[in-house]
C-alpha cells in the first residue's frame, strides 16, 4: 500500500481567502446595490511597464526564428538576469558572486523549495503573525516549529532571544502581514544570533522595493555577517507588477558551510545548485528578458513609478489613522497597513462591521496567527480613488 505523506493532516486549512470570499459575495447578493470596495488584495493592480513588455515582445520574436530560438536554458538562470541581478546589489552596496544568485519561477516555491536543504530534526523559528507558507511547507516535511511573538510592545519585530535554540529562522522585512521593517541593528542581532548558533536565517524582502526611509536595509547582505549566514528570497512580484508573470530570485552565499554528523563538509549554495538542476528546469526564456529589463537604470525607474503609486494610497490610509489615532505599522515602507481594530474589537468581528456598515473588505489579522487576533490589514493595491472613497468611509464609524 502506498503510505501518503502524514504529515498534511497537520496542515492547517487555510479558510482566510475562502472565509472572506463567502462573507463578501453572501453580502454582495443581499445587497446588490452597495458598491464593495475591496482593500484585502494581496495582489498588484497595475499592468506590466512598457518597456518591460517591449523587451517580452522582442523575446518572443526571437523564439520565432532559428537563429535566436531557445530551448532549455541554465536552470539557474541566464547570465544576463543573473549579472543583472548582481549589478543591482552592487548599487545597493552588496557585492555577490552571479553564481550565488538563483532565477526562479518566485518567492513563493523557492521559500518552500528550500526545506529541501534542512533536515527533519532542525527546530524552525517563524514570527507570528506571519505569511502561512513557512509554517505550512515546514509542516508538511514534520519539522518542529517554535513562535516567536509580533506584538505591539515590540513593534511587530520579535528580536532573538539567546534561551531559544532555532536551526532555522525566517525572516520577513518589510513584513506582510505587519509592515514593520528591521532596522540595520536589529538584523544585526539576528545576524550575530545565527552565526553564533550556527543556525540559517532565510530573509525574505520580497517588499524590498518599498523601503523607502533610508538607511534602513533592504538586504540582509548589508548587514556584516550575513554571508555566513543567511540566505535571502527576493521576487519580482511587488517590484515591478510580475505576480501573474512569475519570477524571482534566491541569493545562496558560497561562504555558508556545515559540518555533517561524521565530520565531512556541506556547501548550501552547492547543494541549492544541485537541486534545482535536478528539480527545476528554469524560468522562460521570454520572462527573463522582461524581468532583466526591470533591473536596467530606466526598467527601475518604471517600477519605481509603479510603487509610488501604491505608495501614494498607502500614505492615505497611514493618515487616515494618524487623524483617527489608530494605532498601525506598515504603510511608509510597505504596501500594508497593519492596525489595532478599533473599539477592542476582535479582527472577524470588525470585518463584519466594516462589510456591513461601510462596504470595505480589508483581511482580519487572525488568518496570520494568534497575535493577530485583534488586528486588521489594509493594503494599499487598489486605486487612488477607491482608496480614497473607502478612507472617508471608514472616518464614519467613528462619528
Ligand atoms: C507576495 C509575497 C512573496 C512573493 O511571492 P512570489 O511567489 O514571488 O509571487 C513572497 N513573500 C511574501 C511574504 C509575499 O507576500
Redesign the pocket.
Known amino acids: 500500500m502506498a503510505k501518503l505523506n502524514e504529515n498534511y493532516l497537520n496542515i492547517k486549512q487555510s479558510y482566510l481567502f475562502s472565509e472572506i470570499a463567502k462573507r463578501v459575495n453572501d453580502f454582495c447578493a443581499e445587497n446588490p446595490d452597495k458598491k464593495v470596495i475591496r482593500l484585502g488584495i494581496?495582489d498588484v493592480t497595475l499592468p506590466l511597464g512598457s518597456l518591460v513588455i517591449d523587451a517580452l515582445h522582442s523575446a518572443v520574436d526571437e523564439m520565432g526564428k532559428a537563429e535566436t530560438f531557445k530551448g532549455y536554458g541554465p536552470e539557474q538562470g541566464y547570465d544576463f538576469l543573473r549579472n543583472g541581478i548582481k549589478d543591482y546589489y552592487s548599487r545597493n552596496g552588496v557585492e555577490l558572486e552571479a553564481d550565488e544568485i538563483f532565477v526562479s519561477d518566485?518567492?513563493?516555491?523557492d521559500t518552500g523549495n528550500f526545506t529541501d536543504m534542512f533536515s527533519v530534526d532542525n527546530t524552525v523559528l517563524v514570527p507570528d503573525p506571519v505569511?502561512p507558507v513557512y509554517v505550512d511547507t515546514n509542516t508538511m516535511n514534520g519539522r518542529k516549529i517554535i513562535y516567536m511573538d509580533g506584538t505591539a510592545e515590540n513593534g511587530f519585530l520579535p528580536m532573538p532571544d539567546d534561551s531559544v535554540k532555532a536551526d532555522v529562522i525566517y525572516l520577513?522585512s518589510p513584513n506582510?502581514p505587519t509592515g514593520a521593517v528591521y532596522n540595520k541593528e536589529q538584523l544585526k542581532a539576528w545576524v550575530d544570533y545565527a552565526n553564533k548558533n550556527d543556525a540559517v536565517i532565510l530573509f525574505?524582502s520580497?517588499y524590498e522595493c518599498f523601503v523607502s526611509e533610508p538607511g534602513l536595509p533592504r538586504s540582509i547582505f548589508q548587514i556584516e555577517g550575513a554571508k555566513t549566514c543567511a540566505v535571502e528570497f527576493c521576487?519580482l512580484?511587488?517590484t515591478a507588477g510580475f505576480?501573474g508573470t512569475r519570477c524571482?530570485y534566491t541569493v545562496v552565499p558560497k561562504a555558508i558551510v556545515k559540518k555533517t554528523s561524521d565530520g565531512r563538509t556541506l556547501s548550501l549554495n552547492q547543494m541549492w545548485n544541485r537541486r534545482q538542476t535536478t528539480k527545476f528546469n528554469g524560468v522562460p526564456y521570454i520572462i527573463q528578458r522582461g524581468a532583466a529589463k526591470v533591473f536596467t537604470e530606466e526598467g527601475m525607474l518604471e517600477a519605481k513609478g509603479m510603487i509610488d503609486t501604491y505608495r501614494k494610497n498607502a500614505k492615505l490610509i497611514s493618515d487616515t489613522m494618524d487623524e483617527l489615532g489608530v494605532k498601525y505599522t506598515g504603510g511608509i515602507n510597505s504596501p500594508y497597513i497593519w492596525f489595532e481594530c478599533p473599539f477592542n474589537m476582535y479582527s472577524w468581528d470588525f470585518f463584519d462591521k466594516m462589510l456591513k456598515e461601510i462596504q470595505v473588505v480589508g483581511t482580519p489579522g487572525a488568518g496570520f496567527g494568534k497575535n493577530g487576533d485583534n488586528y486588521f490589514r489594509l493594503t494599499s493595491f487598489n486605486n487612488y480613488e477607491n482608496t480614497k472613497e473607502a478612507m472617508e468611509r471608514f472616518k464614519t464609524l467613528f462619528k
Open positions: 494581496g518566485g518567492a513563493k516555491s505569511y520577513c506582510n525574505d520580497a521576487s512580484s511587488k505576480t524571482g
